[in-house]
């Protein structure tokens, strides 16, 4: 076998062994990590951009809000226009705020 794997016992796993790859070195829980943090980095820009498109829907629909965002890549140009092209930059400048 190679690097941090091992077949399956029933020592590795708690349970007898099945014929699968068992890491002994952590490996699932550093890929699990990654994958967690490049799914949020990618998703929060497009959640960020369609929950202002919602919320500017509810307050044109009272009559309170002018329409700021015409479109999802809109949405996207607007905030890294007034915002910074860094989602980080926002993230920080929010706590400087408050």
Same mark, same amino acid.
């Given at each position: ?8 016992? *029933?020592?590795?796993? &708690? ?5 699968? @790859?068992?890491? +002994? ?5 550093? $890929? !699990?990590?990654? *994958?967690?943090?490049? &799914? ?5 820009? @497009?959640?960020? +951009? ?5 919320? $500017? !829907? ?41």
């Amino acid at each position: 076998m190679d690097g941090g794997w091992q077949a399956g016992t *029933a020592a590795a796993n &708690a349970e007898p062994s099945r014929g699968h @790859l068992v890491a +002994v070195d952590g490996t699932p829980l550093r $890929q !699990g990590a990654l *994958a967690s943090c490049m &799914a949020v980095t990618l998703s929060n820009p @497009l959640e960020v +951009v369609k929950i202002r498109l919602q919320l $500017q !829907g509810e307050l044109i629909r009272r009559g309170e809000f002018v329409k700021a965002y015409r479109s999802v890549p809109h949405g996207f140009y607007v905030i890294a226009k007034t915002e910074g092209a860094s989602w980080a930059d926002g993230a920080s400048r929010q706590r400087l705020r408050g």
